[in-house]
């Protein structure tokens, strides 16, 4: 089980910062959504010339034109591209064959998803590395979390890595961890913290507990 640092309300030079203080203690470095949405894929390549061992997740959410934009991000330095689920299946074919071609790994994110097995079992098919289920900002903010859905993807999945993510918090975790993801995804369970590095810590301790 691994560790995943979403970075999502920092500009470049905040990124780089917070990395500095938790790297020891994480896995992948997620550049998030609203971070390639304010910086562009510059904050991948920022990121990526600073910390050349860090595995980075370009957290671009394709939603078409998907081999394309695989290959910008690969580019520009992501090892791991993500991809909506809700997205065509010709479009999640695309991703899976740009990033094998450019050595790269898709991540294929599950928010607003209905039918999460059924969708689950389909995406498995075409090759994906992680399918991740994911309750996002604006549904967190309405009291759900992923949990559950963690537990039906786990039931399916026979190639794929699974991936949770969407508010979990130290209090939590241990409930994440039953259901044993492959990759946890924690934002601002971490960035929210005083301690960065300390709290960072304490996730990858239970973690590696498993
Ligand atoms: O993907 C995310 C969200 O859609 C904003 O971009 C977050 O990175 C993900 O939810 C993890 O962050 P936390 O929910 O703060 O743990």
């Known amino acids: 089980m ?13 990124a780089i910062e917070v990395v500095s203080q938790v790297a020891e203690h994480v896995d992948v470095v997620e550049i998030g959504t609203p971070v390639v949405i304010n910086e562009g894929l510059r904050a991948v390549k920022e990121l990526k010339e600073a910390f050349p061992n860090v595995t980075v997740l370009a957290d671009l959410k394709i939603m078409d034109a998907a081999g394309y934009e695989v290959s910008q991000a690969a580019a520009a330095g992501a090892d791991i591209v993500t991809i909506l689920a809700v997205a065509e299946d010709e479009s999640i074919k695309g991703a899976v064959a740009e990033a094998k071609k450019q050595n790269k790994q898709i991540l294929v994110d599950m928010i607003a998803v209905k039918d999460i097995k059924a969708r689950a079992i389909e995406l498995d098919e075409f090759g994906v590395d992680y399918i991740c289920v994911h309750t996002g900002y604006d549904l967190q903010a309405v009291g759900k979390n992923s ?64």
């Open 147 to 210: 949990f559950e859905d963690l537990k039906a993807i786990k039931s399916v999945v026979k190639n794929a890595k699974t991936a949770v993510a969407g508010g979990i918090k130290l209090d939590t975790l241990p409930e994440v961890i039953a259901a044993q993801p492959d990759l946890v995804i924690v934002g601002g369970g971490i960035t929210g913290q005083d301690n960065l590095s300390e709290t960072a810590a304490k996730f990858k301790e239970l973690i590696v507990q498993g």
């Open 2 to 14: 691994k560790l995943q640092l979403a970075l999502d309300l920092v500009n470049i030079p905040q």
